[in-house]
């Protein structure tokens, strides 16, 4: 008997945060419809017992283990490749689903069926209290990176209006529907896996974003997508941002934002 057609591919990526993926899968996994989806779980080289984990508590998972931490756009390309499904979720490993999966896919389902030039696709993000993560956002510029991450920055009146258009804080006033942005955070990305064929995967040369921003500024630009934010479904999202810090990963965000920015505003495929 031929097996079914796979629907949507959800792709995680963990690092030795063992805790956060057992409840990020925990959320969904009980319900999850294993015959109409998948689940492809790309583990950066962890040494905290995942493994064990997902053999023991999620055996119907697709789990990719590699040598090392390569980085998230190149694991979440890996977990394309090995992908089956028509559309791709992305899902960091510190979400939580708190409705069932299937209100998800119908959700998925409709949205691009009612808007066909539907590129990249995000459901609203919340903290734990419910505070709206503000993850459908607008293309960013130079200044962006430093005003975020300097507090003091943000309390000019010019600097702090750059920084609410670019959250588009407008947004915060909706409690539902599409509404067009020029990305979305890759927390929370869905797309249509044939749309990987004609602009490529994730930039494999982006250690830790933005390649978010980047691969939908590609859908966006090159296939004439529009990128929209789905504001009728929230997923819970404990964001852990990692690039407030003076550290390594900070400088090679802020290299791979500022290389993305030239190309954004010269180079030409």
Known sequence: MKDSPIKISVIIITWNELDLVDRCLHSFYSDFDFNSHEIVLVDNGS???????????????????????IGVGPARNRAIIASRGEFIMTLDNDALLECDFSTVAASIESSFKSEERLGVMGFRLCYPDGTYQYNGRTFPGLLQPLVSRVAVLQKV???????????????????????????????????????????????????????????????KEYLGRVNMINLSLSIVHDYQRRTTKLNLILLKHLFSYYRTWAKMRFARF
Not at 193 to 211: C, L, Q, R, S
Request: with cysteine; proline share 2%.
């Open 47 to 69: 040494s905290d017992g995942t493994d064990e984990l997902i053999l023991k508590k999620y055996p119907s998972v697709t789990y990719l283990k590699l040598s090392k931490n």
């Open 157 to 219: 009146s010019i600097l702090r209006r750059l920084i609410d258009n670019h959250l588009r804080k407008d947004l915060g006033n909706e409690s539902s529907g599409l509404h067009e942005v020029d990305y979305v955070l890759g927390a929370n990305q869905i797309f249509r896996k044939k749309d990987v064929v004609h602009v490529g995967m994730y930039d494999d040369a982006i250690f830790f974003g933005p390649e978010d921003l980047e691969f939908c500024w590609r859908l």
